[in-house]
């Protein structure tokens, strides 16, 4: 854990949970063009913006403590595979139905918002040592504080939008079922769980630390 607190990392998931659900449930309110439903596209533009200065605060304030540092070469790691990822997540949704030409920059920009909430944390957060990625998601043993937010944000954001594509095909006929809308917000309500149940997992850790070891 070194000397990052429990509870710092948990405030700031409960900070970035309020931001991002404060901003999904005014901005189609103060502009249609930001509205996840009428204008996904836009939506998702200014989403990302969010979601990545959240992720780069995180990064920013406890790289001052345990997370490592970051140097010219790692950050051009993190851009690349922050890149693929989007590519490669574009790809899978290609090769599970959606359209390649007709909504390719929905599908896109789907892919960049997922490449956001589930890969640039890792990058900014973990670093891109292989050793921490494999520790955190292959077996599973995240360690508790900053590692384990990113291992739960991460995989809430995969599940939700996962679980946002099953009403795609149902006959309902509303506005949110068009291709990627159900997705986009999938990802979004993924990535505000995972913040949430890392909050509560971190402060109900930090509750069974012996005293010496609470960091106020």
């Known amino acids: 854990m070194g000397k990052v607190s429990l ?28 509205d996840v439903i009428r204008n996904p596209e836009y939506a998702v533009k200014t989403l990302v913006v ?18 490592p ?3 010219a070469s790692s950050m051009a790691k993190g851009g690349v595979l922050y890149l693929a990822s989007t590519a490669f ?21 789907f892919s960049w918002l997922l490449a956001t909430a589930a890969v640039l944390p890792p990058c900014a957060l973990l670093g891109t040592h292989s050793d921490s990625w494999l520790r955190v998601f292959a077996r599973n043993s995240p360690e508790p504080g900053v590692e384990s937010s990113v291992h739960l944000t991460t995989l809430c954001s995969i599940i939700g ?9 149902l006959d309902w006929d509303r506005p ?7 997705c986009v917000i999938g990802t979004l309500l993924g990535y505000c769980v995972g913040h949430l149940l890392s909050a509560v997992h971190l402060i109900r850790q930090h509750r069974q630390l012996p005293k010496h070891k609470k960091f106020t």
């Not at 509870?7 to 930001?34: C, E, I, P, R």
């Not at 997540?89 to 359209?99: D, R, S």
């Not at 949110?176 to 159900?182: E, F, L, N, T, Y």
């Open 7 to 34: 509870k710092s990392v948990s405030a700031f998931n409960l900070l970035s949970l309020s931001v991002t659900l404060v901003h999904m449930m005014t901005g189609g309110y103060l502009t249609k063009y930001a």
């Open 50 to 67: 969010t979601i990545a200065v959240l992720t780069f605060c995180g990064s920013f304030i406890f790289s001052w403590t345990d997370l």
């Open 69 to 71: 540092k970051w140097r």
């Open 89 to 109: 997540i574009h790809g899978i949704a290609v090769l599970y139905g959606a359209p390649f030409i007709e909504s390719a920059s929905e599908t896109f920009h």
């Open 161 to 169: 939008a996962w679980l946002g594509a099953f009403p795609i095909p």
């Open 176 to 182: 949110w079922q068009v291709w990627p809308r159900s």
